[in-house]
């Protein structure tokens, strides 16, 4: 993943300290700890042939990657979804590979979010849903991701669009455009509307594009998109002041966070995740199973 990279020698100049809380989102999570918060770490792709004699058995087939990397995280960010199209049969079968609990965050195909721009597109979206139905009970909060120049002269045609969105399935939008993270009227309308509609507000967290960690949820489900930096040593500083915030999250109401760990080398991606499912079991009192490690760290 390359948003938002910055040289390594730029890292340790960047301030990283997360921002207070948007204010509307005390409101939305409404300051008493929910009955039964689930909370999802897992990685942007299985397809990792790096993987093999880290997380996967060495001799791992391609074809037995997602079967194995669920036995050492509970969620994935399905970017495959986003790149082309998939028959529901396909996705039965990624369901069926693995294991109970398992949530899938699809991305909306492209053909939907950057090459039609949400307009015209009911047909492709759809088809998309269709096909993506066939997760049954695995299928996490869908992820639409809008192109970088998608800014606020486009937020009528993406008001209409969100107003299509069947409601029974859960949607978190990314807004990347830099006009989006200001303050602005339309913006605060715009929250509002998917407040009402129940439609999240993507928080990602990348070096060098500080104004996308807004700290505004719109609902009650946490959905952070983290880029890390290789294991560099701020990574894990990071990682520890996050916790921190979705303990408190936690304590005020949140239901569900899914962190979603990439990094610009995506080679030990698993190393990183394993210290945030580390660091939330010690310090949020939480017992996710941490993966495990068959050889020695890349």
């Keep these: 993943m390359e948003f938002g990279r910055v040289p390594t020698d730029e890292l340790s100049s960047i301030d990283f300290t997360l921002p207070p809380d948007h204010p509307q989102t005390k409101k939305v999570l409404g300051g008493k700890k929910a009955t039964g918060a689930k909370v999802y770490v897992g990685c942007a792709k299985w397809g990792r042939p790096e993987w093999v004699g880290l997380i996967y058995p060495k001799g791992t087939k391609a074809a037995d990657f997602l079967a194995h990397y669920a036995k050492h995280f509970n ?3 399905l970017n495959a979804t986003f790149h082309q199209p998939h028959t529901r049969e396909t996705i039965e079968k990624w369901a069926d590979m693995t294991g109970k609990g398992f949530k899938f965050c699809p991305k909306v195909y492209q053909g939907v979010s950057h090459w039609k721009r949400l307009k015209d ?3 492709e979206t759809d088809k998309y849903i269709e096909s993506i139905m066939g997760f049954g009970d695995k299928l996490g909060p869908v992820f639409l991701q809008v192109h970088d ?3 606020l002269k486009s937020v009528e045609v993406l008001q209409e669009y969100l107003k299509t969105w069947p409601k029974e399935i859960a949607l978190q939008l990314e807004l990347r455009n830099t006009n989006w993270h200001i303050d602005s009227i339309m913006v605060d309308e715009l ?4 407040q009402q509609l129940g439609i999240g507000f993507v928080l ?3 070096s060098g594009r500080r104004d996308v960690v807004h700290m505004r949820l ?3 489900t946490a959905f952070i998109r983290w880029v890390g ?15 921190l915030r979705i303990k408190e999250w936690l304590a005020a109401g949140i239901k569900e966070v899914y962190f979603l760990v990439h990094n610009h080398d995506e080679i030990n991606t698993p190393v990183i995740g394993d210290y945030v499912v580390q660091k939330l079991n010690e310090v949020c009192g939480l017992k996710l199973e941490r993966p495990s490690f068959i050889g020695k760290l890349l």
């Design 121 to 123: 597109a009911q047909v």
């Design 204 to 206: 990602t967290d990348a």
């Design 191 to 194: 929250m509002q509307q998917m």
């Design 229 to 243: 930096n290789s294991l560099h040593p701020t990574d894990y500083v990071r990682i520890d002041e996050w916790v």
């Design 149 to 151: 120049n998608f800014g």
């Design 218 to 220: 719109t609902n009650s």
């Design 75 to 77: 969620s994935i960010e």
